[in-house]
């Protein structure tokens, strides 16, 4: 059974490119979560969804971030106009259910770098 | 509002001895767990140890064990017996409403 995966492992955009990065949870995962890691710190909350559902995105910066996770495919997390401190891992992880507790598993995540 | 705050940014111990790392964290929930992540350089998270929170006897996992004090909202790690390959970045994390509060981390350097 094979992990979470996450695609690209490494990014590389302008300032003002737009940045598309890729999850597929793990087989029977239907929950995925996005995290976003900034230099020196540790992982941050983004974005919870299920399949054609954002279920909290509480997380999630009010402008020029969205995230997708559609019937069919991976889930997709969409930067647009990407800038200098857009820098960061950005990790997925995959759970069978939500609830009071289902173990995420995370993707070896993707690192984004703006130039 | 739920935070968690690892305290020590670097910490060192020589292979084969012990190490505790601290954690403390704030939540109003009843209902929450509590985790030990590694990270080393590959940036993949590795789960270390959970520990439920209605639980009051303190997980183990192998050379790992963890000091959980409810009251206190303190969550520490006891490395036993380090090895070389302990080295990484440590996070303790509270899982709450279907997501993690990571802390900033504790960097673990283990000395041969």
């Known amino acids: 059974n094979a992990g979470v995966m996450q695609n690209p492992r490494h990014l590389v955009r302008r300032r003002g490119q737009e940045a598309r990065l890729r999850c597929s949870p793990m087989?029977?995962?239907?929950?995925v979560y996005w995290y976003r890691q900034l230099p020196e710190e540790g992982l941050k909350f983004m974005v919870y969804?299920?399949?054609?559902?954002?279920?909290?995105e509480s997380g999630m910066p009010k402008e020029r971030f969205s995230a997708e996770f559609p019937k069919e495919g991976p889930s997709i997390l969409r930067i647009q106009q990407v800038v200098r401190g857009d820098s960061a891992a950005y990790f997925c992880?995959?759970?069978?259910?939500?609830?009071?507790?289902?173990?995420?598993?995370f993707g070896p995540g993707t690192r984004l770098t703006v130039l | 509002a739920q935070t968690v705050t690892q305290s020590q940014p670097e910490m060192s111990v020589q292979e084969a001895e012990t190490v505790t790392l601290s954690c403390t964290y704030d939540?109003?929930?009843?209902?929450?767990?509590l985790f030990w992540y590694k990270q080393p350089p590959s940036r993949q998270m590795i789960l270390v140890i959970r520990?439920?929170?209605?639980?009051?006897q303190n997980a183990t996992e192998n050379r790992f064990s963890v000091n959980f004090q409810k009251a206190a909202k303190s969550f520490s790690l006891k490395i036993s017996d380090s090895q070389l390959g302990d080295a990484a970045m440590y996070f303790c994390?509270?899982?709450?409403?279907?997501?993690?509060?990571f802390g900033s981390g504790t960097k673990l350097n283990v000395k041969p």
């Open positions: 087989k029977g995962h239907s929950h």
């Open positions: 969804l299920q399949k054609e559902n954002i279920i909290d």
């Open positions: 939540t109003s929930e009843s209902d929450y767990y």
């Open positions: 994390a509270l899982y709450n409403f279907n997501k993690f509060y």
């Open positions: 520990q439920e929170a209605y639980k009051q």
């Open positions: 992880a995959s759970s069978p259910g939500g609830g009071s507790y289902n173990e995420q598993f």
